[in-house]
């Protein structure tokens, strides 16, 4: 299943709230931080995992400038998206209602 096929992201029509974006608002993210952390496990380097941080600390900068972006965009439809599903962590699953 491909949750964002189809989807133009310069010119978003649509929220994409399935597949992983079901779980998790921003799944890539969160997938990219594991796989550094993973890395900086598996090659024993504390440089790599010490970014870790830095790096998902400069991305929650461009996550939250995002967030207000799709706000304008979707208004209510994105507000109870993010309600129900957390930006990094999962909340619970994303039901529509509408």
């Known amino acids: 299943m491909k949750a964002a096929a189809g989807t133009d992201l310069a ?3 649509r929220l994409v709230t399935s597949g992983p974006y079901a779980v998790c608002r921003n799944p890539m993210y ?3 931080w594991m796989l550094q952390a993973g890395i900086g496990v598996a090659a ?3 440089w790599i995992l010490t970014t870790v941080p830095v790096v998902a600390a400069a991305v929650h900068r461009d996550v939250v400038r995002e967030e207000r972006r799709l706000t304008e965009r ?3 439809e994105y507000l109870e998206y993010c309600a129900a599903v957390g930006r990094y962590v999962p909340k619970n699953r994303y039901i ?3």
């Open 96 to 98: 529509r209602t509408k």
């Open 30 to 32: 969160v997938g990219w």
């Open 74 to 76: 979707f208004g209510d």
């Open 44 to 46: 024993g380097s504390t």
């Open 11 to 13: 010119k978003a029509d």
